[in-house]
């Protein structure tokens, strides 16, 4: 229940500013670079809008009513309507351009969603058994949320503010260029001030976000270990650790709250400074620079236009942090490099059943102690094989190399004569199945399982499948057949039976060697006389390696390969190793002497 | 009228989420309040400043006095900091109402999510759950933010009308045309939004529940090769997503670009009416301007009122979301107690019956007596309904009809509490929290190390856990995934025993492990343990180990006896023969 270690969460990345997370997201987000022309028009188009209105003013105060000719509402009138005609077409094209380019930003936090999911089924089992689920689907649930609702409120306000901004400036200049810099003065120092609080902001965003995987890990484990939680009366314990979690995440909360509160009113402050500054001097200085009454208003009205975009920039300042904190966790797993790198040009293996050819492999899990220590060991296409040893001897390791769940640290696996490593993804998956321990099955119906050992299969082979593996009788006690649905994770169904599933899945896909993970542990035996038919089955055509947890796999297949503290210590057929009085037969002394 | 109803809906479902923090949500209100008086003020001043100071000075030629320039310095200072003060309250606040809201929805989610029957929890996905605790919360609460600017700015439109209308009756006209028009723009925004705005929702719960089946099934997904098929179909979640928001940005993009044009306009006309009436002398420049500049800043609040407007919708939704679970009545938890209070517990198992509530009869008129101290083998073929009745005397789940008593005590009235301390289940699949094997065999409770260094024995967990590298505090991964299944029910095991059971419940719960360590623990179980045993059995050894077996075929008792007597039974003989035959 505590946070165990998380190095996939991006909190060992050193502190970041925004700024670089903003260039890192740009470039593994392609949708986002193409669309800048849009943004530039947008922005354009919404300032045009905002400040042809200081300008009319201006005209209207200084040719319609204070100039020398007195009132003259023509030129008054002549100007309302192309101003309308101007405000009326910059919201049109404003319109159009925030469309365009919801659009693509919504394309690309899609995309970004999908790759990063793609990529945490990339990363290795051993990455994943390392990271807290609910880490994980942090980065395509909250972070990723994070992000989309920063698209949809603050990131058009970062396009069309700094236009706006830099428009006003510019008007300004036009009316006099003094003012206008002594505007630019009093805001300069907004610049510094909002980076320094935004750096903390950011922090504590980041702080927030680690908060939230906590809490959501939390809820996690509350969620699916609800029955372990009611049976041992672990209520109390599991609801003090979450509100343990909330409250820090409410406090991690409204410590970015109260960044957000200061910085929205720094251009206030500024704003109000800049506004005294104009008025002083542009009311003692206005002869000697020539400005006009009508002028000088435009620029006060101007100088208050100014804090407005400030102003909105600070509302939406807090949504671009968490924004940017969510990027940032995405980034940070994105970065950790699968440890399986998959060839898609890769050669082929041969149809029908596989040898396998080990030769020296060492693992060893991202710099920890080795778990396989020079194996090397040849079995030929067709045999049947068991491994057996005890926990952390190295066995389950070795099937997963079978299976490339990860890559031998050194040393190379051959599979029909081909380094493994040089098989295509496509005929790897084709031609080697793995039957796991953990019989995790979707929320769906026993047949939908099946049909997931290849895609695209039919009903009539998944009916064939299942005869095949004489499964038939087993599938007529279902409920509802093969439409019984699994529940979550199929825990509907015993373990035996997710197995047998998960054999008829294999048989599906008809594969060249088949590796079973303790597969015929906690079974019943009449499902487990089920199972062995059908594993019988499934061995007479291609090469199977059993992860063997009962000694009769073993005394049925043609080669143990005994297991000892990541080495092979021995290896034969079970009436050899029985009288070789080795390890092997001490174990299968053991086991005699407990059934009889 | 769907669209009143929903605002009535939403002002109602607003007042109760704030109706719990009335204290920051006045502070915010105040605040709110403070910034409208200022931004109205912000606007005198500088119309007065036009009048007086600008204009003045150019009709005159003469340069204003100091005095009157440092009180428009003074003036601008004090509208300055009284915006100011009222933002950051505002802002703070809101941050803080909101906030407390949603951590009281995840607190009462969490108290729900714990106590909330077992059948429930089998029934409802865990990403939903999930997202629940997640985004829905966020959303739900997300409108309080945006709320307290939204009552300032109704008062800020009021105050605007009071000085529109101090200023020129006919210029304040023009004003009330344009605040109608931002109105009712904003209400036909709000009622076109409402329904892609809570597809949106829909569409984050859905994307949730399939990223947390897929990721909680990595490996399956991994050696299926179905990582393609998995993307694709998280995909396509994602991009109904995808254009469920597009359509709601396409809405607000039209909003924005038309809010943002009203104030515009209005000044236009201000200005057009305004030009006669400084020449009829009704109004000065100054005033002109003030009017103008009042336009200006009333875009912005509106929008924030928009805002308020449109997640209002989503946050009815994602609320009721919420309500679906937290409506959901906890029922009191029983309290008695159990009576004899100490020594190993019988079991009376009478008359009980359980169907899955869509009808499907695993249990039919089970009638067992289980003495103190018994130890009994559950016997039968897969889908008998062994299981269920061990999750069944375990009150785990409700039984169908019938009842069962621990010692003379009805099980459904038992405090769950001392229900839990009196019995233990250990699951055939143990579940383990990412945490130190110590905090999973404590669980809730203190453990002497005496104590846990006896059950570690009894379940032969010992030996492996002491050569680990930080032995009963090593953490283990989630779900126990570091530690093999035998290995993993032995520590479950211990679990179970630390506690001093008086009756233990096994469901299959050595399966894992080896059959020379399973009798190991069996034998120190019995010799051990004063405890009444109920072990739903697959291995003949532990068959034999019993002093009563209870044959269960089709749901029903098929036989309750010894093992020797019941071989005269065909049906157990085979089964019983089966075993050996696994077994050799």
Same mark, same amino acid.
């Given at each position: 229940?505590?946070?165990?270690?998380?190095?996939?969460?991006?909190?060992?990345?050193?502190?970041?500013?925004?700024?670089?997370?903003?260039?890192?997201? *740009?470039?593994?987000?392609?949708?986002?670079?193409?669309?800048?022309?849009?943004?530039?028009?947008?922005?354009?188009?919404?300032?045009?809008?905002?400040?042809?209105?200081?300008?009319?003013?201006?005209?209207?105060?200084?040719?319609?009513?204070?100039?020398?000719?007195?009132?003259?509402?023509?030129?008054?009138?002549?100007?309302?309507?192309?101003?309308?005609?101007?405000?009326?077409?910059?919201?049109?094209?404003?319109?159009?351009?925030?469309?365009?380019?919801?659009?693509?930003?919504?394309?690309?936090?899609?995309?970004?969603?999908?790759?990063?999911?793609?990529?945490?089924?990339?990363?290795?089992?051993?990455?994943?058994?390392?990271?807290?689920?609910? /880490?994980?689907?942090?980065?395509?649930?909250?972070?990723?949320?994070?992000?989309?609702?920063?698209?949809?409120?603050?990131?058009?306000?970062?396009?069309?503010?700094?236009?706006?901004?830099?428009?006003?400036?510019?008007?300004?200049?036009?009316?006099?260029?003094?003012?206008?810099?002594?505007?630019?003065?009093?805001?300069?120092?907004?610049?510094?001030?909002?980076?320094?609080?935004?750096?903390?902001?950011?922090?504590?965003?980041?702080?927030?976000?680690?908060?939230?995987?906590?809490?959501?890990?939390?809820?996690?484990?509350?969620?699916?270990?609800?029955?372990?939680?009611?049976?041992?009366?672990?209520?109390?314990?599991?609801?003090?650790?979450?509100?343990?979690?909330?409250? @820090?995440?409410?406090?991690?909360?409204?410590?970015?709250?109260?960044?957000?509160?200061?910085?929205?009113?720094?251009?206030?402050?500024?704003?109000?400074?800049?506004?005294?500054?104009?008025?002083?001097?542009?009311?003692?200085?206005?002869?000697?620079?020539?400005?006009?009454?009508?002028?000088?208003?435009?620029?006060?009205?101007?100088?208050?236009?100014?804090?407005?975009?400030?102003?909105?920039?600070?509302?939406?300042?807090?949504?671009?942090?968490?924004?940017?904190?969510?990027?940032?966790?995405?980034?940070?797993?994105?970065?950790?490099?699968?440890?399986?790198?998959?060839?898609?040009?890769?050669?082929?293996?041969?149809?029908?059943?596989?040898?396998?050819?080990?030769?020296?492999?060492?693992?060893?899990?991202?710099?920890?102690?080795?778990?396989?220590?020079?194996?090397?060991?040849?079995?030929?296409?067709?045999?049947?094989?068991?491994?057996?040893?005890?926990?952390?001897?190295?066995?389950?390791?070795?099937?997963?190399?079978?299976?490339?769940?990860?890559?031998?640290?050194?040393?190379?696996?051959?599979?029909?004569?081909?380094?493994?490593?040089?098989?295509? @993804?496509?005929?790897?998956?084709?031609?080697?199945?793995?039957?796991?321990?953990?019989?995790?099955?979707?929320?769906? /119906?026993?047949?939908?399982?099946?049909?997931?050992?290849?895609?695209?299969?039919?009903?009539?082979?998944?009916?064939?499948?299942?005869?095949? &593996?004489?499964?038939?009788?087993?599938?007529?006690?279902?409920?509802?057949?093969?439409?019984?649905?699994?529940?979550?994770?199929?825990?509907? *169904?015993?373990?035996?039976?997710?197995?047998?599933?998960?054999?008829?899945?294999?048989? &599906?896909?008809?594969?060249?060697?088949?590796?079973?993970?303790?597969?015929?542990?906690?079974?019943?035996?009449?499902?487990?006389?089920?199972?062995?038919?059908?594993?019988?089955?499934?061995?007479?055509?291609?090469?199977?390696?059993?992860?063997?947890?009962?000694?009769? /796999?073993?005394?049925?297949?043609?080669?143990?390969?005994?297991?000892?503290?990541?080495?092979?210590?021995?290896?034969?057929?079970?009436?050899?190793?029985?009288?070789?009085?080795?390890?092997?037969?001490?174990?299968?002394?053991?086991?005699?002497?407990?059934?009889? | 009228?769907?669209?009143?109803? /929903?605002?009535?809906?939403?002002?109602?479902?607003?007042?109760?989420?704030?109706?719990?923090?009335?204290?920051?949500?006045?502070?915010?209100?105040?605040?709110?309040?403070?910034?409208?008086?200022?931004?109205?003020?912000?606007?005198?001043?500088?119309?007065?400043?036009?009048?007086?100071?600008?204009?003045?000075?150019?009709?005159?030629?003469?340069?204003?006095?100091?005095?009157?320039?440092?009180?428009?310095?003074?003036?601008?200072?004090?509208?300055?900091?009284?915006?100011?003060?009222?933002?950051?309250?505002?802002?703070?606040?809101?941050?803080?109402?909101?906030?407390?809201?949603?951590?009281?929805?995840?607190?009462? *989610?969490?108290?729900?999510?714990?106590?909330?029957?077992?059948?429930?929890?089998?029934?409802?996905?865990?990403?939903?759950? &999930?997202?629940?605790?997640?985004?829905?919360?966020?959303?739900?609460?997300?409108?309080?933010?945006?709320?307290?600017?939204?009552?300032?700015?109704?008062?800020?439109?009021?105050?605007?009308?009071?000085?529109?209308?101090?200023?020129?009756?006919?210029?304040?006209?023009?004003?009330?045309?344009?605040?109608?028009?931002?109105?009712?723009?904003?209400?036909?925004?709000?009622?076109?939004?409402?329904?892609?705005?809570?597809?949106?929702?829909?569409?984050?719960?859905?994307?949730?529940?399939?990223?947390?089946?897929?990721?909680?099934?990595?490996?399956?997904?991994?050696?299926?090769?179905?990582?393609?098929?998995?993307?694709?179909?998280?995909?396509?979640?994602?991009?109904?997503?995808?254009?469920?928001?597009?359509?709601?940005?396409?809405?607000?993009?039209?909003?924005?670009?038309?809010?943002?044009?009203?104030?515009?306009?209005?000044?236009?006309?201000?200005?057009?009416?305004?030009?006669?009436?400084?020449?009829?002398?009704?109004?000065?420049?100054?005033?002109?301007?003030?009017?103008?500049?009042?336009?200006?800043?009333?875009?912005?609040?509106?929008?924030?009122?928009?805002?308020?407007?449109?997640?209002?919708?989503?946050?009815?939704?994602?609320?009721?979301?919420?309500?679906?679970?937290?409506?959901?009545?906890?029922?009191?938890?029983?309290?008695?107690?159990?009576?004899?209070?100490?020594?190993?517990?019988?079991?009376?198992?009478?008359?009980?019956?359980?169907?899955?509530?869509?009808?499907?009869?695993?249990?039919?008129?089970?009638?067992?007596?289980?003495?103190?101290?018994?130890?009994?083998?559950?016997?039968?073929?897969?889908?008998?309904?062994?299981?269920?009745?061990?999750?069944?005397?375990?009150?785990?789940?409700?039984?169908?009809?019938?009842?069962?008593?621990?010692?003379?005590?009805?099980?459904?009235?038992?405090?769950?509490?001392?229900?839990?301390?009196?019995?233990?289940?250990?699951?055939?699949?143990?579940?383990?929290?990412?945490?130190?094997?110590?905090?999973?065999?404590?669980?809730?409770?203190?453990?002497?190390?005496?104590?846990?260094?006896?059950?570690?024995?009894?379940?032969?967990?010992?030996?492996?856990?002491?050569?680990?590298?930080?032995?009963?505090?090593?953490?283990?991964?989630?779900?126990?995934?570091?530690?093999?299944?035998?290995?993993?029910?032995?520590?479950?095991?211990?679990?179970?025993?630390?506690?001093?059971?008086?009756?233990?419940?096994?469901?299959?719960?050595?399966?894992?492990?080896?059959?020379?360590?399973?009798?190991?623990?069996?034998?120190?179980?019995?010799?051990?343990?004063?405890?009444?045993?109920?072990?739903?059995?697959?291995?003949?050894?532990?068959?034999?180990?019993?002093?009563?077996?209870?044959?269960?075929?089709?749901?029903?008792?098929?036989?309750?006896?010894?093992?020797?007597?019941?071989?005269?039974?065909?049906?157990?003989?085979?089964?019983?023969?089966?075993?050996?035959?696994?077994?050799?």
């Amino acid at each position: 229940m505590t946070t165990s270690q998380q190095p996939i969460d991006g909190t060992e990345v050193a502190p970041v500013g925004a700024l670089a997370v903003l260039r890192r997201g *740009l470039l593994v987000t392609p949708e986002l670079r193409s669309g800048w022309l849009v943004v530039v028009f947008l922005g354009m188009s919404v300032a045009a809008g905002r400040l042809i209105i200081p300008v009319l003013i201006q005209r209207s105060l200084d040719q319609g009513v204070l100039g020398p000719d007195g009132t003259k509402p023509s030129v008054v009138l002549v100007g309302a309507v192309i101003v309308l005609i101007v405000v009326i077409m910059a919201a049109l094209l404003s319109w159009y351009s925030q469309r365009l380019l919801i659009q693509r930003a919504e394309l690309a936090i899609a995309g970004l969603r999908t790759r990063t999911f793609r990529h945490i089924h990339d990363l290795s089992i051993a990455d994943h058994n390392q990271t807290q689920r609910g /880490t994980l689907l942090a980065r395509v649930t909250s972070d990723a949320e994070a992000l989309a609702r920063f698209a949809t409120w603050g990131m058009l306000s970062w396009i069309i503010q700094p236009m706006i901004i830099v428009g006003s400036f510019v008007v300004l200049a036009a009316y006099s260029w003094q003012l206008a810099i002594i505007a630019f003065i009093c805001y300069l120092p907004v610049m510094p001030i909002l980076r320094f609080i935004q750096r903390r902001q950011f922090r504590a965003h980041r702080e927030l976000r680690t908060s939230v995987s906590t809490l959501l890990s939390g809820f996690s484990e509350t969620i699916t270990g609800a029955a372990v939680i009611r049976s041992y009366g672990a209520e109390d314990r599991a609801l003090s650790v979450l509100q343990q979690s909330n409250q @820090h995440r409410y406090r991690a909360a409204l410590l970015t709250n109260g960044y957000q509160a200061t910085v929205s009113v720094v251009g206030d402050v500024f704003g109000a400074i800049a506004l005294a500054a104009v008025l002083v001097v542009g009311v003692t200085q206005r002869v000697e620079w020539g400005i006009s009454s009508g002028e000088l208003i435009a620029c006060l009205f101007l100088t208050t236009l100014l804090h407005e975009p400030f102003a909105e920039l600070g509302e939406t300042l807090g949504d671009s942090q968490e924004a940017a904190a969510g990027w940032d966790k995405i980034l940070g797993l994105l970065d950790q490099e699968p440890d399986v790198s998959e060839t898609t040009s890769g050669r082929d293996l041969p149809s029908g059943p596989l040898s396998v050819h080990a030769d020296e492999l060492w693992f060893a899990y991202r710099n920890s102690e080795p778990v396989l220590r020079d194996v090397s060991v040849v079995l030929p296409a067709g045999s049947s094989v068991a491994i057996v040893g005890e926990t952390g001897s190295g066995k389950t390791t070795f099937a997963n190399l079978l299976c490339r769940l990860a890559d031998p640290t050194q040393g190379t696996l051959y599979l029909a004569e081909t380094p493994l490593t040089s098989v295509s @993804h496509e005929s790897r998956l084709a031609s080697v199945r793995m039957v796991p321990q953990d019989g995790f099955l979707f929320d769906t /119906t026993v047949r939908e399982n099946i049909r997931y050992g290849r895609t695209g299969a039919s009903d009539d082979q998944i009916l064939a499948s299942i005869e095949r &593996l004489d499964l038939t009788s087993w599938v007529a006690r279902l409920p509802q057949g093969l439409d019984t649905r699994v529940g979550q994770r199929g825990e509907s *169904l015993s373990v035996g039976e997710r197995q047998l599933v998960a054999l008829a899945r294999a048989a &599906l896909a008809d594969p060249g060697l088949l590796v079973l993970d303790e597969a015929t542990s906690a079974v019943d035996p009449e499902t487990d006389r089920a199972l062995s038919k059908a594993i019988g089955v499934l061995a007479s055509s291609r090469t199977v390696v059993s992860v063997a947890h009962r000694l009769s /796999t073993a005394e049925s297949a043609d080669i143990i390969l005994v297991f000892d503290d990541g080495r092979i210590v021995e290896q034969g057929h079970h009436d050899e190793l029985v009288k070789a009085n080795g390890r092997y037969s001490k174990l299968h002394q053991a086991w005699l002497g407990a059934t009889r | 009228m769907q669209d009143r109803s /929903t605002l009535r809906r939403g002002l109602r479902h607003v007042g109760s989420m704030v109706a719990g923090h009335p204290l920051p949500f006045t502070f915010a209100v105040t605040g709110a309040a403070v910034f409208a008086a200022g931004t109205v003020g912000a606007t005198v001043v500088l119309g007065r400043i036009t009048d007086d100071v600008v204009i003045k000075s150019f009709e005159t030629g003469v340069d204003p006095t100091s005095d009157a320039l440092l009180g428009a310095v003074a003036a601008i200072a004090a509208i300055a900091v009284l915006r100011a003060a009222g933002v950051v309250t505002r802002r703070f606040f809101a941050a803080m109402t909101s906030e407390r809201v949603q951590r009281g929805f995840r607190g009462d *989610l969490a108290t729900h999510y714990v106590r909330l029957p077992m059948s429930w929890h089998q029934g409802t996905p865990a990403g939903e759950l &999930l997202a629940h605790a997640d985004s829905d919360t966020t959303v739900a609460s997300h409108v309080l933010h945006p709320l307290p600017f939204s009552v300032g700015v109704t008062l800020l439109v009021f105050f605007s009308a009071i000085s529109l209308i101090i200023v020129d009756p006919p210029l304040a006209l023009v004003g009330f045309l344009i605040f109608p028009a931002m109105g009712v723009l904003n209400r036909i925004y709000s009622r076109k939004i409402e329904d892609p705005a809570a597809r949106v929702q829909a569409s984050v719960g859905w994307v949730s529940t399939i990223a947390h089946e897929s990721i909680d099934g990595a490996l399956v997904v991994k050696t299926l090769g179905r990582t393609e098929a998995e993307v694709e179909r998280f995909g396509e979640a994602v991009g109904q997503l995808r254009s469920d928001r597009v359509e709601v940005g396409f809405l607000r993009a039209g909003f924005d670009a038309a809010l943002g044009a009203l104030p515009s306009i209005g000044i236009v006309f201000v200005i057009v009416v305004g030009v006669y009436r400084v020449d009829a002398g009704a109004v000065t420049p100054g005033e002109l301007v003030q009017v103008a500049s009042l336009f200006t800043v009333l875009a912005f609040p509106m929008r924030v009122f928009g805002f308020f407007l449109e997640s209002l919708p989503p946050s009815l939704v994602a609320h009721s979301r919420i309500r679906k679970v937290l409506d959901l009545p906890l029922a009191e938890p029983p309290s008695a107690g159990i009576s004899p209070a100490a020594g190993p517990l019988g079991v009376t198992i009478d008359d009980v019956s359980f169907s899955y509530p869509d009808g499907f009869n695993v249990l039919s008129n089970i009638d067992v007596v289980i003495a103190p101290g018994e130890v009994l083998a559950v016997v039968g073929s897969s889908g008998a309904g062994k299981s269920t009745l061990a999750t069944l005397i375990a009150g785990l789940v409700p039984v169908t009809t019938g009842q069962i008593l621990l010692g003379e005590t009805v099980l459904n009235n038992i405090d769950p509490q001392e229900r839990s301390t009196a019995l233990a289940y250990v699951f055939q699949e143990p579940y383990l929290f990412a945490d130190t094997i110590r905090a999973n065999i404590e669980l809730n409770r203190e453990v002497s190390a005496s104590e846990l260094s006896r059950a570690l024995e009894t379940a032969q967990a010992s030996d492996f856990i002491s050569e680990m590298p930080s032995g009963v505090d090593t953490v283990v991964g989630e779900r126990g995934v570091t530690l093999s299944g035998g290995q993993r029910q032995r520590v479950a095991l211990t679990r179970a025993l630390v506690r001093r059971p008086r009756l233990i419940v096994l469901d299959d719960a050595t399966s894992a492990v080896d059959t020379v360590v399973e009798q190991r623990i069996l034998d120190r179980l019995r010799s051990d343990f004063e405890a009444t045993m109920v072990i739903v059995a697959q291995r003949l050894s532990t068959i034999r180990l019993a002093d009563r077996v209870l044959f269960l075929r089709d749901g029903k008792v098929a036989g309750l006896d010894s093992h020797a007597s019941l071989l005269s039974n065909d049906h157990y003989a085979r089964l019983v023969s089966a075993y050996e035959e696994a077994e050799a």
